[in-house]
């Protein structure tokens, strides 16, 4: 995999498919890989354009910060890497936050935005019931297969969970999120914190100009679709919907759903 420098950190990033450009940008713990369902179904209409956020996976920290505006900086350095001037930009949970600053930053650039399970402030996504507290424990105490049991509920939905064999479905997910479900990177602490200062809802309305989706998942625990409604109201034109009996972990696990609203959205921006 080709790397690019940005910001003192070294950007690990894939390229794959013809067509219009679009750039993926993951959210707190995952790799690019985790975008694997988007690149298979879509690759043969678009250029997709996949990286690892700085120091996880295959990306180097190296001296720089870990902060929404850097972060942002690495997905244009990957765009420029890649010689595209323009792209659509997709962004999902803390990969939305990003993708609110890749397109502030240079609105001229982006021919649409899709953010999904995101919120309008990042503090949001630190903001957690007890419920969500208990769960965000069992994810780091305890034997393995207990943390990646908690984990899998953190992502998957209830019916999902229910027909599924959890060991054999977590062993199916690693891969996507970069590492085994039982054990959290250290950078998500730091991911967690970067999202927390962050808060562009003063500056979203700025935005009007790019044709922009909101897509929530009706059972997301964590980006909760009362989130996405008031990220969709303060960019002026932003489409919202919501994705039926799914969770935080909907491009993963309803990824025909997810591509199907994508390609449309790709093709009205057109």
């Not at 393995?144 to 027909?163: D, G, K």
């Not at 991911?191 to 927390?196: D, E, G, N, P, V």
Request: one cysteine or more.
């Amino acid at each position: 995999m080709p790397f690019v420098d940005s910001r003192g950190a070294r950007i690990s990033y894939a390229d794959t498919g013809t067509g219009e450009g679009v750039l993926l940008i993951q959210g707190i713990g995952l790799i690019g890989e985790g975008w694997r369902p988007q690149v298979e179904g879509l690759r043969d209409r678009y250029r997709l354009l996949t990286f690892d956020n700085r120091g996880i996976g295959a990306s180097e920290l190296g001296g720089g910060e870990v902060s929404i505006e850097a972060m942002a900086a690495d997905a244009w350095a990957v765009a420029d890497a890649a010689g595209l001037e323009r792209v659509h930009v997709v962004g999902h949970s803390m990969g939305g936050v990003i993708a609110q600053e890749v397109a502030l930053v240079a609105p001229r650039r982006v021919r649409s935005l899709s953010l999904l399970c995101a919120f309008a402030s990042g503090r949001q996504a630190a903001t957690l019931s007890p419920g969500m507290m208990w769960t965000g424990l069992c994810t780091r105490v305890g034997p393995r297969a207990f943390r990646r049991n908690a984990f899998l509920s953190l992502v998957l939905p209830p019916a999902e969970l229910a027909r599924v064999d959890r060991a054999a479905e977590a062993a199916r997910l690693a891969p996507l999120f970069g590492h085994d479900l039982a054990d959290q990177p250290p950078i998500v602490m730091k991911q967690l914190r970067a999202t927390a200062r962050y808060d562009a809802r003063d500056r979203l309305a700025t935005l009007a100009a790019i044709p922009t989706l909101v897509l929530s998942a009706e059972l997301d625990r964590i980006a909760q679709p009362r989130f996405g409604r008031e990220l969709a109201a303060a960019i002026p034109g932003a489409l919202y919907e919501e994705i039926p009996g799914a969770a935080h972990g909907v491009p993963i696990s309803s990824p025909a759903a997810v591509n199907a609203r994508l390609a449309a959205h790709f093709a009205a921006a057109r």
